[in-house]
């Protein structure tokens, strides 16, 4: 096996499991833009996205695309909920308030699953739905259906998204918020459901995101947010937090580093490179790669 | 010799020029107003001069030591040691805490004990903490605030909260104040009393006081200089006789009213 | 003078306390039990004090704060465990632990350093996320880690903790967080919650003081996971965990953010209902986020506020309780009169 080729496997890999951290830090990065809050329940978000998809094709039979649209409707609803009962009440308390309520949450949504009989503590096996196929690309450089897979329904949601919040009545209102919530206000935008909106698109892709983890690595489990959310979340501050093509590339940014480390034999050190990452980040250039200076208006 | 000099101090935001060509010059003990409408960039010309915003280009020098320049910058902590102390147009106490802690908050930089007085404290933290408390009461006492000291700043009066963001900003003991709306929202009886409280501790403390306020009277009133701007440009400046007269002002800021009247 | 004579006889008094009731558990006055429970209470509470510093006085978010633990217990773990290692082999039993202990808080407090200064220097929440990404990444290094017995832990470690030596360090903690808070540093790190662009042109460098703080608040969380590997006896990479964090968390929120015997009243209070609720231990955590959600959302100060429990405070509510009750008597009797 040649160093390019092994490139190459690498990249391929990497931007797999990119694509799904590129689809969580959406989520991330839609919610802080417009309400400046990091939505740590966002990681359970996806959890739950992966066990309602995997219930539906385990208990109700249901095939594979169903079952994901389903798990994204669930979790669009549990989005807005989510908002509605516990974020809204604090939008205008200190921030440390909402983040204490967003821990709280992810908490909560992680215990609930843990003492639920449907999914208790140990892992359970994601059916492997379609008939694993590799397909050779070169010598020595493979793809699976999965990954195939995988990508195409990422690049087709983040396709989805761009049209959304570039060409809709919806998406425009997002953006005016995000700006400037008041000033949305003023020009007749209801600022309320705008949120309520943005959470539901974000909490409906990392619904999605956490099927298509599961599809990929064959198991789900009631912990699986934590390193997933964690890192998505990372991605999001790499391509620079509240921008929405910095999420994406953010998020590919992150798979490819973290599929080359364990490659190069630091498998165990895999998760530490979001960290890594991070840290490097906010020394160099906070505002992320493609962020801009955003001044607080004193 | 000038207190303060700027010299083509500009700023960007996108591509939205706020400030351009940003220059002024204020001369020791001086009372200079810097009038212009909503929106003419005059708190962001502030944020410049205090650090809270790093201008796109030109310098700052204040008593002939550069704040900012194209290669360094200081922070607005850097600024405030240096001598430059101001206040905010939406008032920013310290809201939860007392009268007394605002003050001494900004007697930080006079503060000379380390870490370890202050976890055990010693003597020498007595001794340098009641200083500093008899410093702020005297402070207080000027600003007739010594009997609420005890109170959270929250729940002072509009005035008294103004009033006290002006001796927060003094305690830090600045050469040059700057006043963003100082009579903001107060009435003419308790704007008249501000503006000779200003008059009396810019001699008291010997200070040089730039000051933005959208009360023309009272601006002409007590300013001896003013810089007028607009659209992030400066259009006139002079004294006030000068500025009244001025077309440029008449048109950009006093408009129809001067005119019909 | 006579102000720093009665605190040296306050702490004195408060210490002979702790000996004696150290004394009663030796002779066998308070059971094994107890005396374990009192001892991680006072453990927690140098825990929850010290997550105050950062989350209640300075205005920022820790996650990590079991992370900085983990760090203390193991970095203590290695000296006491192996006699010739980082210290000379002629410091020996509870020498050899106290100086043990106070590395592994200096390592703590490195650690902090490290961690905080890029996160701190930033307006926003990104220490909030630094941090939980440290408390997962030191446990995956010590699953990692073979010296320290990878996943399976680090045992047999000579038990040094006892009721005194975890109350000492408490009182410790508490007077020396208490007397940073009411010193000028202190109300630098109080203005940077308030305000942090007010505090900055009052000229507090506030980067600096949020690393302070940081500092301060990761050096005592060493010591306490010092004091409880070497209660314990063992320290694995389980033993402080994100839900750790969170418990601590929990505890400086019930207490009210910025109190500091808020958050002495709420380690005491939690460390026993974790111990009364062992039954329902499958929903404790349930229980916890619930709370801490519907805590943030009606008292986002905190359950109790910023206030100290101090004498004056409740003579003054005392007061104002009776005059109330007075006033409603009064209006009784009026109403009752017409």
């Known amino acids: 096996m040649t160093i390019t080729q092994q490139i190459l496997q690498q990249l391929i890999n990497g931007i797999s499991l990119g694509s799904v951290y590129a689809l969580m830090a959406l989520g991330y990065t839609m919610v802080y833009g417009i309400i400046k809050l990091i939505n740590f329940a966002h990681g359970e978000v996806f959890m739950i996205g992966a066990f309602i998809g995997f219930f539906s094709i385990t208990k109700l039979g249901m095939d594979f695309f169903p079952a994901m649209f389903t798990a994204m409707i669930f979790c669009a609803i549990l989005g807005i909920l989510m908002e509605r009962l516990a974020y809204k009440p604090l939008r205008n308390a200190h921030r440390v308030a909402a983040l204490m309520t967003a821990v709280g949450l992810s908490m909560l949504f992680q215990n609930l699953a843990l003492a639920h009989s449907w999914i208790g503590a140990s892992a359970k096996g994601f059916p492997q739905v379609f008939p694993l196929q590799r397909f050779q690309l070169m010598e020595n450089v493979n793809i699976s259906s999965d990954r195939i897979l995988t ?30 919530k008041d000033a949305a206000r003023l020009m007749g935008i209801n600022v309320d459901k705008t949120i309520s909106f943005t959470f539901a698109l974000g909490s409906s892709l990392a619904a999605a995101a956490g099927v298509l983890f599961a599809l990929n690595y064959g198991i789900v489990v009631y912990q699986m947010g934590l390193l997933p959310g964690l890192k998505a979340f990372v991605a999001a501050v790499l391509g620079g937090i509240g921008i929405i093509p910095g999420a994406m590339v953010g998020g590919l940014l992150l798979g490819v580093t973290e599929s080359a480390v364990s490659a190069a034999g630091g498998s165990m ?7 890594a990452a991070l840290i490097i980040m906010l020394l160099v250039k906070p505002t992320g790669l493609f962020g801009k200076n955003v001044r607080e208006k004193v | 010799m000038a207190v303060l000099e700027t010299i083509n101090l500009t700023i960007r935001f996108g591509g939205l020029t706020a400030v351009s060509k940003f220059n002024i010059s204020l001369e020791e003990g001086e009372l200079v107003g810097l009038i212009g409408p909503n929106g003419a960039g005059k708190t962001t010309a ?10 796109s280009e030109g310098t700052i020098a204040f008593c002939d030591a550069p704040l900012c320049s194209a290669t360094k910058a200081l922070q607005p902590y850097q600024i405030t040691r240096r001598g430059i102390a101001r206040t905010f147009q939406n008032i920013r106490l310290f809201k939860e805490l007392s009268v007394l802690d605002n003050v001494k ?25 009641v200083e500093i408390e008899e410093k702020a009461i005297e402070l207080l006492k000027i600003f007739g605030l010594d009997t609420k000291k005890s109170e959270r700043a929250k729940n002072l009066p509009y005035g008294e ?3 006290l963001e002006v001796a927060r900003a003094l305690a830090t003991n600045p050469k040059l104040l700057l006043l963003d709306e100082p009579a903001a929202g107060m009435n003419p009886q308790e704007t008249q009393q501000l503006m000779e409280l200003i008059n009396f501790i810019r001699k008291q403390f010997s200070l040089t006081i730039l000051l933005i306020e959208h009360d023309m009277a009272l601006v002409m009133g007590v300013c001896e200089r003013i810089y007028v701007l607009d659209y992030g440009k400066i259009i006139a400046h002079g004294t006030p006789t000068e500025i009244r007269r001025n077309p440029k002002v008449i048109e950009a800021y006093l408009g129809e009213e001067l005119v019909h009247a | 003078m006579a102000k720093r004579f009665s605190a040296l006889l306050q ?8 000996y004696a009731i150290q004394m009663a558990m030796d002779a066998g006055m308070i059971n094994r039990y107890y005396a374990h429970v009192m001892t991680v209470m006072a453990i927690f509470v140098v ?33 006491t465990k192996n006699p010739d290692l980082i210290l000379p082999a002629i410091f020996t039993g509870n020498v050899r632990f106290i100086l043990a202990t106070l590395l592994g808080g200096m390592t703590a407090a490195f650690v902090g350093f490290l961690v905080g200064l890029p996160s701190l220097r930033l307006r926003g929440d990104y220490l909030a996320i630094v941090t939980l990404g440290f408390g997962e990444i030191i446990r995956i290094l010590l699953l990692n880690w073979d010296f320290v017995g990878g996943a399976s832990g680090y045992f047999g470690l000579v038990r040094h903790t006892n009721f005194f030596a975890a109350f000492l360090l408490s009182i410790i903690t508490i007077t020396i967080i208490r007397n940073f808070i009411q010193s000028s540093h202190g109300r630098a790190c109080v203005s940077i919650r308030e305000d942090e662009i007010a505090a900055e042109t009052m000229g507090v460098p506030t980067t600096r003081y949020k690393v302070i703080a940081f500092v301060i608040a ?15 006896q063992m320290v694995t990479p389980a033993s402080f965990t994100f839900i750790l964090s969170i418990e601590l968390l929990l505890m400086v929120v019930l207490g009210g953010l910025g109190s500091i015997t808020g958050s002495i009243g709420a380690a005491i209070f939690l460390t026993y209902a974790a111990e009364a609720l062992r039954a329902f231990r499958a929903y404790r955590m349930i229980l916890y986020s619930l709370l801490l959600i519907l805590i943030m959302l009606f008292r986002p100060k905190g359950l109790l506020g910023t206030q100290e429990l101090s004498y004056g405070l409740l003579k003054e509510s005392f007061k104002s309780l009776r005059t109330r009750w007075q006033r409603k008597k009064n209006d009784d009797i009026t109403a009752a009169a017409e």
Not at chain 1, 269 to 275: E, L, M, N, Q, T
Not at chain 2, 46 to 55: A, D, E, R, S
Not at chain 3, 11 to 18: R, T
Not at chain 3, 60 to 72: D, K, R, T, Y
């Open chain 2, 161 to 163: 909260q103004r009033r």
């Open chain 1, 269 to 275: 050190f895999r998760d530490a490179v979001a960290f």
């Open chain 2, 105 to 129: 908050i900004a007697y930080h930089q006079n503060v000379k004990y380390g870490l370890l007085p202050a976890f055990l404290h010693t003597g020498r933290y007595h001794a340098e903490e």
């Open chain 1, 151 to 180: 990508l195409a329904i990422a690049i087709f949601l983040m396709i989805a998204l761009q049209f959304i919040v570039h060409k809709t009545i919806m998406g425009k209102a997002m953006r005016a918020v995000s700006l400037d």
């Open chain 3, 11 to 18: 702490f004195a008094l408060v210490l002979a306390l702790g």
């Open chain 2, 46 to 55: 502030f944020n410049m001069l205090t650090g809270v915003y790093q201008p």
């Open chain 3, 218 to 232: 990761s050096f005592f969380a060493g010591t306490a996971g010092s004091m409880m590997a070497h209660l314990t």
């Open chain 3, 47 to 79: 825990g929850a004090v010290s997550l105050n510093l950062i989350n209640g006085i300075c205005g920022q978010f820790s996650l990590g704060h079991a992370g900085f633990m983990a760090v203390g217990a193991y970095t203590a773990a290695i000296i």
